[in-house]
């Protein structure tokens, strides 16, 4: 009775062993339903569907973090755009601010300058006034701002009758005694004035008194006595050079021909109308700086070019003038008509030319400029002319 009742209650204990282990695997395996019996043929293969199990779980666990992992990366670039849209809406504020900002700052400034522009002008009438008061006088009556070639012309000759009458004693100013002497002065008389040369001359011709002479100077002696002159190793070189052409091609004499003339060294056209119209008695036109200033000024003609000047001022005046119009214009530029400041007050030329009122027109301060004879002073040379109203000039040292 007892082996029986062991074996029944053996029997009743795996009975509840044996669901709760189908309980168990059913779950897994999916194989059979809650409170049945596995089939004895299944029993097998329940272990392996027990340790596939927890693969498959791991597996599941893998696709959903791989499906998780894009939703979690999408979520801030879903967030993104509102940022940005945030910082541009706050861009576009502090924007605004500052171009309100900007625009309230420069209408201000504006407003400023506006201001200060309408105050200016009451500021600044008396300084027009006070330029008004020292305005340049009117042109003296007399002179047309647009005139005809032949109005030029008879203004042109108008203006020599006045020089004339002016300085009835115009001469050159070089003291000379022969062609020689007289060519000599001129070369000498460059890049500095007639004054200096006449007191340079009385040694020089003391000592070289003829082209033969001078042509055997020895450089350093020659260049001691004109240096007072100016660049007198090169009028040196042109003394030595003149005088030994002198010698050799025309016998010792100086030639009467422009185009000889301009052949010797260091002598151009001014040069050589000095001396035909002095020395020769030759017309010719002497164009130096006081009388192509004067030229430019009267407007008789507008070049810079002296041999261009020649030539406007030749088809003005008759040959028989042109000597005597040379002497008269450089005159008047030395003694009245200034480079710097003309005596406009005081010039007798003044109702004719179309200059007038570049230099100084008060007559009392206009006198004060004149220069030479016109101004008290001695001329220019150490033994003027018989009918030179001046006193001369003091020798060297002097």
Known sequence: MTTKKTAAEKTTAEKPAKKAATKKAAPAGKAAPAGKAAPAGKAAAEPATAEAAPARKTA????????????KKAAPTKATPTKTSATKTSTATKTSAATKTSAATKTSAAKK????????PAK?????????KKSPAPKPPGFAKRESRAAMVKRAHAINEVLAETYPYAHPELDFEDPFQLLVATVLSAQTTD??????????????PTPEDMAAAVPEELEELIRPTGFFRAKARSLLGLSAALRDDFDGEVPATVDALVKLPGVG????FVVLGNAFGVPGITVDTHFGRLARRWKWTTSEDPVKVESDVAAIFEP??????SHRVIFHGRRIC???RPAC?????APLCPSYGEGETDPEKAKKLLKYEKGGMPGQRLKPPADFPGPPAPPLGG
């Open 338 to 340: 200034h480079s710097r």
């Open 320 to 325: 028989s003038e042109w000597t005597m119009l």
């Open 124 to 132: 600044k009438a008396p300084a027009k006034k006070a330029a008004a």
């Open 60 to 71: 599941a666990k893998k696709a959903a973090a791989k499906k998780t992992a894009p939703a």
């Open 195 to 208: 004054l200096r040369v006449n007191q340079t001359t009385p040694a020089l011709f003391a000592k070289y």
């Open 113 to 120: 300058t506006s201001s200060a522009a309408k105050k200016a």
């Open 269 to 272: 056209r001014k040069t050589a």
């Open 345 to 349: 007050g005081a010039c007798p030329v």
